[in-house]
C-alpha cells in the first residue's frame, strides 16, 4: 500500500516556495505488533517545519531534512488497521505524521516533545479540527507562555506579536479576559482592525506601517510590561526597547527569521539594565497542563466569549501552498488541510 | 572649598582613553541639613561607567554624562563634617560619589539601585576596601547571578565568563565550591592558568585561543547548564549554542558591547528550542541578601577557603589609568583606586 506524502525536493535558499515541495508515492511498511494504520483527516500547518527545510537547523533544535524526506508535522486521523491493543479501527487520534494521506505510526513512540505521541481524541464536546488549534498545541503554547512563563496580571500591558495567528489569537483573547491591556500587531491593517474588534485587544498595529519602536510607542506609550514573541527579529528588538524594568518575554517561535539571516540585536544590554527575564519554552513541556487550558478554552469557545478562526485548504495537494501561505502571512488563525 | 574631580571632556568615538578624562578643581556647595562631607579613601572602578561616557546611553540605563561632568562610582570614606544625626566625623562610609577626593552626600537619598545609598561601614572583621568589591556590589553580582539568578545546583556546569575580575573571581569560587563543574574564561593565557589553579575552577581557556564557540566545547564538552555572563557579545553567542535545554543565563554586564558597536549571527532561536531562561538583573535589587552574602563570603576570605585579589592604583591621578586599564582587560580582581 502506498500513501502520497509531500516531500522535500530541494532546500530553499531564501523563501520557500511550492517548487521546493512535491506530493510522492511513499510506500507504506507493514504494520508490526504496537503500530496502527491512520488515515488522516486534518493536517496542522505550522510554521516551525520551516527550521527543518533549511540545509542547517538551528542546534539544540530538531535535524534538517533531506532532500526526498516526507515532511511531519501534528495531524488527526481515524485508525483503519491496528496491531496494538489500546487502539480500534474508528479511533480519532492525532500523531506527528501529518502531511501525508495515510500514516504508520507507533503507539507508543514519542515525538515532537511529547506532543506528538499517538493520541486518542475524545470530540463528544468539541468539534475534531480544534484539538489541532485552540484546544491543542496552539492553544497550550498561548496558555502556557502567558500564565506560567510571563505569569501575567491584569495590571499588565503585554504585547502579543503575529496576534492574527493560531496561537496569537488565543494568547490575545486569553489576555483581554485576564484583564490585561492588550497591544496586539499583525501584518495587514485588515487583521489589525479584526483584533481590536472581535479579539479584544486594547489597541493593534500593522508592523508594516512605520518602523516598529514608534508603532509600538505609539501603541503603548507608557511602555509594557510583557512580550510574548511568536516573531523575533525586529519586533524582538523594540520589545526590548518598551518593556519596563522587571519586565517578562515569552519566546515560543521566530517566524520572522525561518527565512533570513539576521543579526544580534545591539540591544541587548536591555535585559540588563531593565532586569528583564526572557525565557523560551515549548508547549510539549507543558502537557500536563492541557486538561486545564482545554477546560478555560473549550468553555469560553462553546460560550462565545472567546472565537476560534482557521484557514482551511482543502486536499493533500494543497498543503504545500498552505505552507507557504502561512510563511508569508496570509492564513489568519489556525491554517489546516483537510483531506 | 574644592574637590579634585575627575571629569569627562570629550565623548569617545570608540575606546576610553585618558585623554577623555581629566582631573579639575571642583567647589563643593556648602552642607545642607541632612548632608555629609566625605574625604574619599578608596574608590570603586567599575566597567559599567563606561556607558554614560558616550553621546548615548542605552535606555533604560542612567543617561549618559555631559562633558564636562563628573564621574560616578562606589567609593568608600570618612565623614569629616556633618549635618545629619544619623553620622558623625569619623565614620566609615560608602556611597556613590567616587573618582574625586571629597563629596557633598546625602544622608538619605539612594542611587545607583539603591547600591549607592550612603551606608556606614562597620570594618571590625573585614578590611575596609572589601566592601567594595568581594562583600560589596561586586560580591553581592556573584552571589545572586548563582544562587538566586540561575539557581545553580551541584550537578551543573557553569560557565563564568571574565572570570578573573571582580564579579567572576568570587563567581568561580563560590560555584566551585557549591560542587558546580566550573568553566572559567578570562583575558589571558596568565589568567586563565590562574582560575584552575587558585580559584577553583574545573576547566578555564583564553578567549583570544580560538574562536569561542570551539574554545568552550573543548572546556564543556557535554555543553553548559549555566552561563554566567559578564560580557555579552560572542560571549552570550557561544552560550546560547552550547546551553543544554532548559539552560540559564544571569546577565550582569556586557563588558565586550561597552566600546564596539558588534553585528554577530543572531542564534537567539536557541532560547526558545532549547527552553533558556536568559535574566538581567542588578545587584541592587537584591541589598537584602547583603547579610547572607556577607556572612558566605566574609567567613571563606578569613579561613582562606576564598581568596580575594585586587588590583590597587594610588592617586586619584590615576583613577583613570584604573578605568582605562580595567575596560581593556589590564587588571585583576578588583580594580580599585586608593587615595
Avoid at 75 to 80: C, D, N
Avoid at 207 to 216: A, T, V
Avoid at 288 to 313: A, K
Wanted: one cysteine or more; aromatic letters at 8%.
Amino acid at each position: 500500500m502506498n500513501s502520497r506524502t509531500l516531500c522535500l525536493t530541494s532546500y530553499p535558499s531564501g523563501k520557500l516556495t511550492t517548487e521546493h515541495l512535491e506530493l510522492a508515492d511513499i510506500p507504506l511498511a507493514p504494520l508490526l505488533d504496537g503500530e496502527v494504520l491512520v488515515r488522516n483527516t486534518w493536517l496542522s500547518i505550522d510554521p516551525s517545519i520551516r527550521l527543518r527545510l533549511g540545509d542547517s537547523a538551528p542546534s539544540g533544535y530538531l535535524p534538517p531534512l533531506g532532500i526526498g524526506d516526507a515532511l511531519v508535522g501534528l495531524a488527526l486521523g481515524v485508525v483503519v488497521e491496528s496491531r496494538d491493543e489500546n487502539f480500534r479501527p474508528g479511533d480519532l487520534v492525532s500523531h506527528m505524521y501529518g502531511y501525508r494521506d495515510f500514516a504508520v505510526v507507533s503507539a507508543t513512540a514519542g515525538g515532537l516533545g511529547g506532543a506528538g505521541t499517538l493520541t486518542r481524541i475524545d470530540t463528544q464536546d468539541w468539534p475534531p479540527q480544534w484539538f489541532l488549534g485552540p484546544l491543542g498545541s496552539s492553544g497550550l503554547t498561548a496558555y502556557v507562555g502567558l500564565f506560567e512563563v510571563m505569569d501575567i496580571r491584569p495590571s499588565d500591558t503585554v504585547w502579543i506579536s503575529a496576534a492574527a495567528g493560531a496561537v496569537g489569537s488565543i494568547a490575545t483573547q486569553l489576555a483581554a479576559h485576564h484583564g490585561c491591556t492588550v497591544i496586539a500587531s499583525a501584518g495587514s491593517r485588515r487583521k489589525a482592525d479584526h483584533l481590536v474588534d472581535a479579539l479584544g485587544a486594547s489597541r493593534s498595529f500593522d508592523y508594516h506601517d512605520g518602523d516598529m519602536e514608534s508603532l509600538l510607542a505609539r501603541a503603548a506609550p507608557g511602555g509594557i510590561d510583557a512580550y510574548f514573541d511568536n516573531v523575533g527579529g525586529s519586533h524582538f528588538t523594540a520589545a526590548l526597547d518598551a518593556l519596563r524594568p522587571e519586565g517578562r518575554v515569552a519566546m515560543c517561535g521566530a517566524i520572522s527569521t525561518y527565512e533570513t539571516s539576521n543579526t544580534l540585536p545591539s540591544n541587548l544590554f536591555q535585559i540588563t539594565a531593565k532586569s528583564l527575564s526572557v525565557r523560551g519554552f515549548r508547549a510539549g513541556s507543558f502537557g500536563h497542563l492541557y486538561d486545564t487550558m482545554r477546560s478555560t478554552v473549550g468553555s469560553r469557545l462553546v460560550d462565545g466569549t472567546m472565537i476560534y478562526e482557521e484557514s482551511v485548504y482543502d486536499g493533500l495537494e494543497q498543503s504545500s501552498t498552505a505552507l507557504v501561505d502561512l510563511l508569508n502571512g496570509r492564513t489568519n488563525g489556525k491554517t489546516l488541510c483537510r483531506l
